[in-house]
């Protein structure tokens, strides 16, 4: 495998079900992001986990929730979702920088939710 | 007013012409900046990143960036049928961490 991977590729769900999306980066980087594209909207950021904790936490509802357990993996755990919240769910990875800019990010494949 | 603008487009050139597009931020201290690629139903692809003002060149695309201006661009080269799709540009700002901000992005057509 390379660069950064994700499964499932397609989600259906419904609104009281329970699943969790996985990331894996194979670039040696230590830097994680979970983004959501919705349609006709910007890319919006999530989650943000560097050196293996949680740094940023975008005003995101409780029904989402991020697991980073190492350098590699993070998983966004989901329950109790709303149509609305159906959108092409992205992972990305980077280097991690502790100032004067950041470095490049480089997307996943996605997971494409949709709840019924 | 959002942070990162980019007009929505759809921006239509010819085949083998340049196509430019821009993008400007809010953050006068910003200090990354990237461009990505999004085909319909895929997901973005880095093609340029640049932190100095001026030009950087990387095969038929330059990036061009200008801070006092607050904008970015990206200049395709002799654009083809397969440069079509939508491009984002992507905005670091000051004491952002790794965090980046993302415009709306412009879709590009390019028409044989």
């Known amino acids: 495998e390379t660069g950064v991977t994700q499964t499932p590729r397609h989600l259906v769900m419904g609104m009281t079900n329970k699943k969790s999306l996985k990331c894996e980066q194979h670039?040696?980087?230590?830097?994680m992001y979970w983004y959501k594209q919705s349609a006709k909207k910007p890319l919006e950021l999530m989650f943000v986990?560097?050196?293996?904790?949680?740094?940023e936490n975008n005003s995101v509802p409780s029904r989402f929730s991020p697991e980073c357990p190492n350098s590699s993996h993070l998983f966004l755990h989901l329950h109790t979702l709303q149509p609305e919240d159906s959108a092409l769910y992205l992972c990305?990875?980077?280097?991690?920088?502790?100032?004067?800019?950041?470095?490049?990010?480089?997307f996943g494949p996605g997971t494409r939710l949709t709840v019924t | 007013q959002k942070e990162v603008e980019q007009n929505s487009g759809p921006l239509s050139v010819p085949e083998g012409a340049i196509a430019s597009l821009n993008c400007t931020y809010s953050?006068?201290?910003?200090?990354?900046f990237f461009w990505y690629r999004q085909y319909s139903g895929k997901s973005p692809e880095l093609i340029m990143s640049?932190?100095?003002?001026g030009d950087k060149e990387d095969g038929r695309f330059t990036a061009q960036l200008n801070k006092a201006s607050q904008y970015v661009s990206l200049l395709i080269r002799d654009s083809q049928p397969s440069d079509s799709a939508t491009y984002l540009c992507?905005?670091?700002?000051?004491?952002?961490?790794?965090?980046?901000?993302f415009g709306g992005g412009t879709r590009l057509m390019v028409k044989p």
């Open positions: 990305a990875s980077s280097h991690h920088r502790d100032r004067g800019g950041t470095y490049e990010q480089y």
């Open positions: 670039l040696g980087h230590n830097a």
């Open positions: 986990y560097s050196l293996e904790e949680r740094v």
């Open positions: 953050d006068r201290v910003s200090q990354s």
């Open positions: 640049i932190y100095s003002n």
């Open positions: 992507a905005v670091n700002g000051h004491n952002a961490g790794n965090m980046l901000t």
